[in-house]
Structure formats: C-alpha cells, structure tokens
C-alpha cells in the first residue's frame, strides 16, 4: 500500500467540509490502511482525508491507547478544558497552544458502516476534536485569535521555503 502525499496549508480542500462517507468496501478498507500508513511515515497521531487532498469525512487515529477509524465522524458530547500544544502534518507541525475540552465523545462508523461511540481524555480527545475538525474543514490554526494564527501562518510559510 502507498504511502500518500500529505496536503498543506492553504490548499483549498484543506478548508471544505468533507462529502460524507456512503459506501464501505474493500477500496475504503484500502483507503483506510494507506492513511495509517501515511500518518506512521508521518509521526502522527491522527490523519484525516482531507490531508490526502481527499474531500470526504473520514480520519484514522492512533493516539494513546486508542486506534480507530471514523467515518462521519461527530463530537456529541463534550466536558472541562485543556490548553496544551497542538500540532498539525499539514501546517509543517508548527505548535501552538489551543484550548479545547478536557473530554470528548467520538460517534462515528467503522470501516464496514456500524456505528460506535468512543469516549476519550486529554490528548486523544483533543486528537478526537482535531481530526473531526479536519472533516468540517476547519484547521487548529483557525481556533487562534487571528494576530497569533497570521505569526504561526507566516512561520509555517517561512519553514516551507526553507525546504
Ligand atoms: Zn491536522
């Protein structure tokens, strides 16, 4: 299975919301094992569709001690507050400190369609709200007030050139 290309800040699909996921075949079950595979290479803890320059709601996790795929991926449920370091593979991993719930409740379908809901803490559940968000195209970096969003975006763009 290939490893794919991983899209980054500003491509446009990084910004839509993602087509929902309808059928579950062997090429999804495909799909799925090739972004695992990406986000290995990668060093990440989540990767969602998007970042393969795929329009569609679909992430792959392995954070902690869960791993799982979610298709229609919905936070429905949400408790406290964390403010730690987060990171993205499509913003060239440039951190910033973004407050989220301490508590997340993942509903989502696994790979053959069946619904499941998952419960996570700290850092998963900020993996659980970062990757979801990917699927409604919306960024970490969208969640900082603009003057420190535009100072991550121009380091980010600056990194980029370096390359
Ligand atoms: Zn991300």
Not at 49 to 64: H, K, S, T, W, Y
Not at 102 to 118: I, S
Request: charged share 30%; glycine share 6%; hydrophobic share 40%.
């Amino acid at each position: 299975m290939p490893i794919r290309k991983i899209t980054e800040y500003p491509e446009k699909v990084l910004g839509e919301v993602g087509r929902p996921v309808t059928k579950f075949d062997q090429e999804l079950a495909n799909l799925c094992s090739d972004m695992f595979e990406t986000m290995y290479d990668a060093e990440g803890v989540g990767l969602a569709a998007p970042q393969i320059g795929l329009n569609l709601r679909l992430f792959v996790m392995d954070c902690e001690d869960i791993k799982l795929i979610a298709a229609n991926p919905e936070i429905i449920a949400t408790e406290g507050e964390q403010s730690s370091q987060e990171g993205c593979l499509s913003v060239g991993k440039v951190p910033a400190v973004v407050v989220r719930p301490q508590k997340a409740r993942l509903r989502a379908q696994n790979e053959k369609g069946e619904w499941f809901e998952q419960d996570a803490e700290g850092y998963a559940a900020r993996a659980f709200m970062h990757e979801t968000d990917h699927c409604n195209g919306t960024l970490f970096i969208d969640h900082l007030p603009k003057m420190r969003r535009d100072m991550l975006v121009k380091k980010f763009k600056k990194e980029k050139t370096w390359k």
